[in-house]
């Protein structure tokens, strides 16, 4: 059973498009939510992440909404770039009391068509 | 950008084979982590350290995967008799709160 779940699998969008990838959850214990970026050849590369005490963060283009009571998150980058054609995960973890192991989704590919 | 090093990043063994991959943290970061990335996404935590101390490890009963983080030294992950199975990419990350932060990984193909 996929603890952390992401959609869509794939996605497709236009240079200077707003993409939106989303995630949900299952364990109520999470309070630790990072979003990975990877390129094909490398690790995931951390991008943004959230804490469970926040509904939201920025950073640059990259945007995390949070949602406690749905248990879901969602990543929203906009003016997107060919650049940032790379498949991107979201996991989970709990921090406290705990050994602090992400559990991943299985990935949403972006492609950005120029 | 991760500061996190991996060697090798490629590896081809034979069945049988034992295959050592090794993992220098970012420095001042405490906790290591080894996972495991397969062909189809999937991400498997397998085990970590805090200053040389399994904090955490998966049920390692077939005992083909040991791994330590010694003082003064890279840490390592090795696969004592390689099956097909354990084709996948490696990655080492270490973290010094909560964030990890991940190495390029060691790509280990099992013949």
């Known amino acids: 059973q996929q603890q952390v779940r992401q959609s869509p699998q794939s996605l497709t969008v236009w240079e200077g498009g707003t993409t939106v990838l989303t995630c949900s959850y299952e364990d109520s214990t999470f309070n630790y939510f990072p979003w990975y970026q990877q390129f094909p050849g490398e690790g995931p590369a951390l991008l943004i992440s959230i804490l469970s005490v926040s509904d939201k963060k920025e950073d640059g283009r990259f945007t995390t909404f949070f949602n406690k009571r749905e248990k879901k998150l969602s990543l929203h980058i906009i003016d997107s770039q060919p650049g940032d054609s790379a498949t991107y995960f979201c996991a989970a973890s709990s921090i406290t009391g705990n050994t602090g192991k992400l559990i991943f989704g299985l990935g949403t590919t972006l492609q950005v068509q120029p | 950008n991760s500061k996190v090093i991996q060697t090798p990043r490629y590896l081809v063994k034979g069945q049988g084979q034992k295959a050592k991959m090794r993992c220098i943290p970012e420095k001042g970061h405490p906790v290591v982590f080894w996972y495991q990335q397969n062909k189809n996404n999937e991400f498997k935590f397998l085990i970590n350290?805090?200053?040389?101390?399994?904090?955490?490890q998966i049920d390692m009963t077939e005992k083909r995967f040991s791994a330590e983080c010694p003082s003064n030294s890279p840490c390592s992950l090795e696969i004592q008799s390689s099956e097909a199975g354990d084709s996948a990419l490696y990655l080492c990350?270490?973290?010094?709160?909560?964030?990890?932060?991940f190495g390029p990984g060691t790509r280990l193909t099992v013949l």
């Open positions: 990350a270490s973290s010094g709160q909560y964030e990890q932060y």
């Open positions: 350290f805090q200053n040389q101390e399994v904090l955490q």
